[in-house]
């Protein structure tokens, strides 16, 4: 019994580490954390509550010198 509440303890203190190692990977890849992406936008890597890192499409474009 101690050690199912050790083991419960752990996962509660732990649960907020986590959650904020995803906010920071969301920002480390220039994301913002929210509910849905737009249609310009890429889903990257989740974030806490539910969240999604979302960022911006780059769009590709043509080097005139190649052409």
């Known amino acids: 019994m ?3 509440l050790f083991i419960c ?3 509660f203190f732990l649960a907020p580490a986590k959650n904020e190692f995803f906010d920071a ?3 480390k ?3 913002k954390c929210k509910s849905s992406c737009q249609k310009n936008e ?3 890597a989740f974030c806490q509550k539910s ?3 979302c960022l911006v499409l780059q769009t590709c474009e043509l080097n005139e ?3």
Do not use: D, F, I, R
Request: aromatic share 0%; with cysteine.
């Open 29 to 31: 890849l220039k994301g």
């Open 42 to 44: 890429e889903l990257v």
């Open 65 to 67: 010198s190649n052409s």
């Open 2 to 4: 101690k050690t199912l």
């Open 9 to 11: 303890a752990v996962l």
């Open 25 to 27: 990977k969301c920002h």
């Open 51 to 53: 969240l999604k890192c």
